[in-house]
């Protein structure tokens, strides 16, 4: 069966994972309060559409950091596809290319950014967890430089893995045969280590991620590397503002798809002060919780240059590998671009605020 939106492909997906992995891909963090709430969010709106507009003609191409995407629609970065299809990152990479779709590789990539990069024919960030080995991010800088790689995503919201219950129950650790092949094997050796009741996952954040970093820091990076400088995880217009000032060039707005701080603001939610903090025209994305076209449409309305999406690819993948991502970034731009059409609004500049009005109290 072809799945004809995502939450078809989800069922489809889970059929085919163990459970471990499952819960590893799909879970949050304490109660998963924040992870339920991303989804709810976007239904606290709904569309005013205009009529009697010209929309012949749709053009969802948005301009991104130098590059052209087709759709203002990403692959977010997720650590370890090949936990959904023993390709991983390469198959991602290809179907991201042919949908003319930005792909943020995570620094716990299964595959090296070289060999995603060969697969690659569309723009390639990578994203970076502080270690407190720092001699590893330089490196991993200048290589993805070398690799065509466009920006740096630095995540800010993980000085360690939250306690995600489901992994910790599971006692979840790597497969022997999925590894961050980006890193020194020693660094990683702990993911791997299943422990009684604790997770794999979390132990190792502990021992490698500084916990100790701050703004100051971020000129350490920017003297190592020419590309632009991305911060995911940013939630509040304190933190938006200071990005600016400390030279960053864009954000993602972003709770980790709930699983860090859970309790923290959906990502929409904070979407509309991390806009007004910045200057006009600046980069904001967002991610969590987009899993149809008029989710995407929300989002750009109010103030999101483009999403990310994070679970729906390893779905993707696990259903299909390749096709299946292709799957999950066509449905979301056929189904925006059908959106916009019935909204009246055929082009990007056409999303604004007035597109959305609250649900209505009752309804
Ligand atoms: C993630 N996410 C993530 N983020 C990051 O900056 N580096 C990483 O390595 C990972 N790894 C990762 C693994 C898995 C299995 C998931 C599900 C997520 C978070 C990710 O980039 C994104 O913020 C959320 O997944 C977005 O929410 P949705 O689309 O999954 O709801």
Request: hydrophobic content about 50%; proline content about 6%; charged content about 20%.
């Amino acid at each position: 069966m072809e799945p004809l939106n995502l939450d078809e492909l989800e069922g489809l997906a889970r059929a085919r994972l163990p459970a471990d992995i499952w819960d590893f891909i799909q879970g949050g963090a304490g109660g998963e309060w924040t992870l339920a709430a991303a989804a709810a969010q976007y239904r606290r709106h709904v569309l005013r559409p205009r009529v009697l507009v010209d929309v012949s003609r749709c053009d969802t191409t948005v301009h991104l950091l130098g590059d052209e995407l087709a759709a203002p629609i990403g692959v977010a970065p997720m650590a370890y596809h090949q936990l959904a299809h023993p390709e991983g990152e390469s198959a991602t990479a290809r179907a991201a290319g042919a949908a003319g779709a930005l792909f943020v590789v995570s620094i716990f990539a299964g595959r090296t950014l070289e060999e995603i990069a060969a697969a690659a024919t569309g723009p390639l960030w990578l994203q970076l967890y502080w270690l407190r080995r720092r001699e590893f991010l330089a490196e991993l800088a200048e290589r993805a430089e070398r690799a065509g790689y466009r920006a740096l995503v630095l995540t800010v919201d993980a000085p360690k893995v939250a306690r995600r219950l489901r992994d910790i129950r599971n006692s979840f650790a790597l497969p022997s045969d999925v590894n961050a092949v980006n890193l020194d094997p020693a660094l990683t050796a702990t993911a791997h280590r299943r422990t009684a009741g604790g997770s794999g996952i979390e132990a190792h954040s502990r021992e490698q991620f500084d916990a100790t970093i701050g703004w100051a820091d971020l000129a350490w990076l920017r003297e190592r590397s020419a590309l632009p400088l991305v911060l995911k995880g940013v939630l509040t217009a304190e933190d938006a503002a200071l990005a600016v000032a400390h030279g960053v060039d864009a954000l993602v707005v972003s709770n980790h798809g709930g699983r860090q701080l859970d309790g923290a603001i959906p990502a929409l939610a904070a979407l509309p002060e991390v806009v007004a903090a910045v200057p006009d025209g600046f980069p904001v994305l967002l991610d969590g919780g987009v899993r149809r076209g008029t989710d995407v449409l929300t989002a750009l309305a109010l103030g999101a240059r483009a999403v990310l999406v994070g679970r729906p690819v390893l779905w993707g993948l696990a259903h299909a590998g390749a096709a299946g991502v292709g799957t999950v970034l066509d449905l979301l731009r056929t189904e925006l671009t059908e959106a916009m059409v019935l909204a009246g609004r055929p082009t990007l500049a056409h999303l604004d605020p007035t597109a959305l009005a609250p649900w209505p109290r009752g309804g």
